[in-house]
């Protein structure tokens, strides 16, 4: 369920980062939200792919899951705030629905963006 090109790991008090502006769509548009990811200065490897939570998705109590349709618009009624041990349940059931392409993974305390859950067929 989770393909990813980075570690996925938080950033440990006191090591050095990077902080970028990010907006996880190509076009601008009133939804394409853009915020801050925090990168490491060291190198890492690359988290596994695979269907288990990242670990970056465990440190949290919870996040906001919320799907888009293939126009990169918000489907409404998909948002919710889900405990960190739901994320995969939900995400499952999100993807099932035809009108929801991928989802985003957010801090439910700030809205920063996480990870993009996609169907294994459409990653791009």
Do not use: W
């Amino acid at each position: 369920m989770f393909h990813v090109g980075t570690c996925l790991q938080d950033v440990a008090d006191g090591e050095d980062y990077i902080v970028l502006a990010y907006r996880p769509f190509l076009d601008l548009q009133p939804y394409a939200e853009t915020g801050p990811i925090f990168l490491h200065c060291r190198p890492c490897e690359r988290a596994i792919e695979g269907d288990d939570t990242p670990p970056i998705l465990k440190t949290s109590p919870d996040y906001i899951l919320r799907g888009y349709g293939g126009d990169n618009r918000i489907v409404y009624g998909t948002g919710q705030v889900t405990p960190s041990s739901e994320i995969a349940h939900y995400a499952q059931l999100m993807l099932k629905r035809r009108d929801v392409a991928y989802i985003h993974v957010r801090s439910a305390r700030n809205n920063c963006y996480q990870v993009r859950i996609e169907r294994a067929d459409r990653r791009r």
